[in-house]
């Protein structure tokens, strides 16, 4: 097992109520295995979960991406400003 | 490498650039008071063309609070209808020298935004929903005052997608150079007049954001240094104006409305939303020509704004704006490139003086070293989904204009310049001191040298 470290904002970071988790994942898991355990951890939050961009190191990673180790990913949501 | 500017050589590149102003198609003067529904298009009809060395003189409307309280905008901005420069080609860049930055509005509204659930599709900023008929991009109309005052047109349905999470009006002083947040009582009254007081221009369609009369910061003062947060081109494909950067940009990758990109087609950006507080008046943007005529547009004016932008938003206001374009031919870059007035520069980017000069070559000689590098600041404009993205972005985009390798670069930022947070979360600054030559060979050295002299 492995833990990851995911950063959250905006609105899925309000609801989950912190803007950093941590997720325990099998080794060799993918961005789409983290997102569903994330889901089982936080129910209420699963629509906004799966609306999230998963980032890692600046870039956008599919779905089917494996989570590298030791690399925080971010799940955001959109924003806009300035 | 020690380099001797080559006067002449520089004097007839900067001759040559002036004599422009004078001759060439298109018009003198091309007045701008009309906006766009929140796309930039590149498909859209242009204004102008206005010519190598014209004017552009434009009435802007504010960005962010306002049209995103009006969810018929499909972007979070409300920018003005792009403006074609003659002889723009794709490959191409534009100079545009800031000559005057005013504004006109009395007051404005501003804060941090909290998202309204089932008010969108995807995105708020871009695709907003009545959560009770469903009609996406609903048109809106205004009844009283507060938070729940934008109402469907459809429905009747309470439509903002955007309520404050902590919010204040501010008055700005008759000379535009201070402002003070006011009280509930005040920020009502004004709420009543939202439009007079916003000093929102005619063809704007925006909800006026002073209608939401927002009091949570009362009696604090801030000074004006009113900035363009958007100034530049229109991208290759359409994209929200909000989202023409990389940091949210990024959010229309596999988005679920119909303005999604992909990675490869969010190349296409401009980067004109910048939100970088040094695209003042005085300063000089070059922008690239990602579409033929390449479409000057402007907007998103902010009364002030620290580094950063970590609010989200900041004082959004109406103005005036006098801009002359340069045509730039085959500069080929990617982004923006901003040379800062002297006073915005870091301290170790600004250029040497004459007794600096002096001193470091005797100190040069006094170490074997013949002369001295001649050099000159620039700022290379780098955006991206995090700080981190951005950075590496201006610093490649620095290293393919200047001909250098990343660590060159990175060696320059750090002891003759600085990397500057614009916007969070993804727009910085490369500054640093280029070699002369290397900003000549790009037909940059005549602006250099416009702001900084010898």
Sequence with gaps: MKTISVRVNGALAQQIGSSRIQVALPEG????????????????????????IPVIQGSHVSPEAALPAGQQISLLMPVAGG | MAVKADVEQTDAARDELLSRDGKGEGHETVFVDRFIDGILDPGKPMLGPVRDGGHI?????????????????????????????????????????IKDISVTS?????????????????????????PECGTVYPKTVVEGIGQEAVRCANCGADATPFKFANGYTIAFDNGRSLGVTLNQKVAERLAREAKNYAAMPENSIQNSILTFAPHDLVGLVGRLRPFMGQLGTTPGLPIPDSHNAGDFGA???????????????????????????????GAILICPVKTEGGGVYLGDMHAMQGDGEIAGHTTDVSGTVTLQVHLLKGLNIDGPLLFPVEEDLPFLARPLTAEEKARAQSLAQLWGTDEIEESLPISVIGTGPDLNAATDNGLERAAQLLDMTVPEVKNRATITGAIEIGRHPGVVQVTFRAPVDRLEARGLLPFARDQYGS
């Excluded at chain 2, 979070?76 to 074609?84: F, L, R, S």
């Excluded at chain 2, 009395?106 to 009545?130: E, F, H, I, Q």
């Excluded at chain 2, 988005?255 to 004109?272: I, M, N």
Aim: glycine share 10%; net charge negative.
């Design chain 2, 57 to 97: 003189v434009a009435n802007t409307a504010p960005g962010c609070w306002g049209p995103m309280i009006t969810p018929e905008i499909r972007g979070g901005h409300e920018v003005t209808q792009p403006v074609a420069v003659a002889g723009a080609e794709v490959g191409d860049a534009i100079a545009i020298r």
């Design chain 1, 29 to 52: 898991a993918t961005v789409a295995d983290l997102l569903d355990a994330l889901s089982r951890q936080h129910p209420a939050s699963g629509d906004l979960i799966r609306r999230a």
């Design chain 2, 106 to 130: 009395m007051a404005t509204a501003s804060g941090n935004d909290t998202v309204l659930p089932d008010r969108c599709v995807g995105d708020p900023y871009v695709a907003g929903k009545c």
């Design chain 2, 251 to 281: 959010f229309l990758i596999g988005a679920p409305h119909e303005y999604a990109l992909t990675a490869e087609e969010l190349a296409q950006r401009t980067d004109g939303h910048m939100d970088i507080d040094a695209v003042r008046a």
